[in-house]
Each structure stands twice: as C-alpha cells, then as structure tokens.
C-alpha cells in the first residue's frame, strides 16, 4: 500500500487536501462573513460577491426546479473517483500530470461537499471590467481550471507521448 501511494500520483493526494481545505475554509468564511449577494470591492477589478449557484459552470442548469442538484452531485462523485484512480494509475515521473488530476479532483470534491450539503455551490471571485461581469467562482473552480489547463500543457509539451506519435507516424509512411 505504501508503495501505492509512493510510487504513483496518489503522492500528490496532499495538495488534493490543501486545496480543498482552502476551498472549504474560504467558502465558509464568506458565507458566515456577509449576507447574500453582499459585495466587497477589493480592487477596482476585483470583488468578493457572495452568490449561491445551483447550477454548473456559468449557472448551468441553475434554474431547473431542484433535480440537478443530485445530476451535479452524482457526476462530481463519479468524477471524483475517476481522477483517483487515473492518479493511482500515473507513475511518480508524470509529476505535472499527477499534480493536475490532484487539482482537478480538489475542485471536484469541494464543489461536491457544497452540493451535498447545501444543494448547491458557494460562488464568491468576482472579476469584472468596464461593466462586464464574468461569472462567479470559488478556489475549487480555479483549481479545476488550473489543473485543466496543466493536462492541455502536458500533453502538447510531454515529449515521450509526442515522440511515440511521430513514430507510429513514421511507420504508417513506410507502410
């Protein structure tokens, strides 16, 4: 077991941890910190706003009468358990890779608790300019952002998987 954890992605588990405590402490603090839908201008770019979001990315779904709380929350946990296992079955020496899966599944379980607790997810980044307001985020949304954009990178910059590419390439020209 040990050499499970060692050996694999399963090593990055701990900032899975660290993110999702961030996520889970921020999310509370602003909910217990200001009524909803308060804002707080940080910088003039920049606000915490605090929203409840039953929906998925840009409220999705939001609207729906209740039902996707429980959509949401089945596909957080079975993605969940995807990225778990996809970490157990990356070796050690894919460390971006690993640290990406490790990021996304922070987002994925922070968001899931919301849901399941609340029926819906705690939204509070605010980032708008010349009156244009993007949508609402939290630490769990950019750590799947974040870890999102790290597997594209990898897998444009991963030169083992590029040089297998070419080389079947290569034989299919022979051929």
């Not at 217990?32 to 707080?40: K, L, P, R, S, W």
């Not at 460390?95 to 968001?111: H, K």
């Not at 990898?154 to 030169?159: G, P, Q």
């Amino acid at each position: 077991m040990k050499k499970l954890f060692s050996d694999t992605g399963l090593r990055w588990l701990w900032l899975t941890l660290l993110c999702l405590i961030i996520d889970q402490v921020s999310k509370h603090w602003v909910a217990g910190t200001f009524d909803y839908q308060e804002t707080f201008v940080v910088l003039p770019f920049f606000n915490l706003f605090y929203i409840h979001n039953e929906g998925a990315a840009f409220s999705f779904l939001a609207d729906e009468g209740g039902w996707q709380r429980w959509f949401f929350t089945a596909i957080a946990s079975i993605a969940s358990i995807v990225f778990l296992v996809w970490m157990a079955k990356t070796p050690k020496t894919q460390r971006l890779l690993s640290i990406a899966f490790a990021l996304i599944l922070s987002g994925a379980v922070g968001n899931l608790i919301d849901r399941a607790l609340f029926g819906y997810v705690i939204d509070f980044l605010d980032f708008h300019w010349a009156g244009f307001h993007f949508a609402a985020f939290n630490i769990a949304d950019s750590a799947i952002f974040i870890g999102a954009a790290l597997m594209i990178f990898e897998s444009l910059t991963n030169k083992e998987t590029n040089d297998e590419s070419s080389d079947d390439n290569k034989s299919d020209d022979i051929k």
